[in-house]
């Protein structure tokens, strides 16, 4: 079984974790952020750090509660980490005539299409442009962000032939060979 949960979460300087029955708020420079905590499972904050444990009970719900409290340490260790630094995406979009372009809070995208995409940003995301061809996201909450960077990403996924499209900057897109004459 993994032992996930028995690591404590070191709570930064700057942060504030307030726990009130199964509701967990972390407020710090970047924001503000909660999380509901999952039954049979305990946090409590012990001089600057997090420590979860799991309510004992029958076999069978104890083996789940285990489970749940890995996930949900790694869910608080994301809310720490987000309200303390934040959280970053970026992407790369390859295409001749292809760019992209923020403005406050909408993302403007030229992608081959007859029209511009725009794109709505959810709040607590911003983006920044530093050359026409990358897009850097930057949030606190890690799932919202994700579901950003996969949304403007389903625009025009990278294509296996000529590689054309919005990738991650980590992504790597294996080609295909072009027909052959």
């Known amino acids: 079984m993994s032992r996930v949960a028995n690591t404590p979460i070191p709570v930064p300087a700057g942060v504030e974790v307030k726990i009130n029955g199964s509701q967990l708020t972390a407020k710090g420079p970047k924001g503000e952020l909660g999380l509901s905590i999952t039954d049979g499972v305990n946090v409590e904050n012990d001089d600057g750090k997090l420590k979860f444990s799991v309510t004992e009970s029958n076999h069978k719900t104890t083996r789940r509660r285990v489970a749940m409290s890995g996930t949900t340490r790694a869910l608080v260790n994301n809310i720490i980490t987000g309200v303390s630094t934040g959280f970053e995406r970026t992407l790369t979009i390859i295409g001749v005539g292809y760019r992209a372009q923020a403005q406050g809070s909408k993302l403007n995208l030229t992608l081959g299409f007859s029209h511009p995409v ?11 442009t530093p050359t026409q061809t990358s897009i850097v996201l930057r949030g606190s909450d890690k799932q919202v962000l ?5 949304e403007i990403r389903q625009f025009r996924p990278p294509e296996p032939y ?3 499209g919005i990738r991650y900057s980590d992504e790597h897109v294996v080609r295909k060979q072009a027909k052959k004459k």
């Not at 794109?119 to 983006?127: H, M």
């Not at 994700?146 to 996969?150: I, P, V, W, Y």
């Open 146 to 150: 994700g579901q950003a960077a996969a």
């Open 118 to 128: 725009v794109y709505d940003l959810p709040e607590g995301v911003s983006a920044e």
């Open 162 to 164: 000529k590689g054309k």
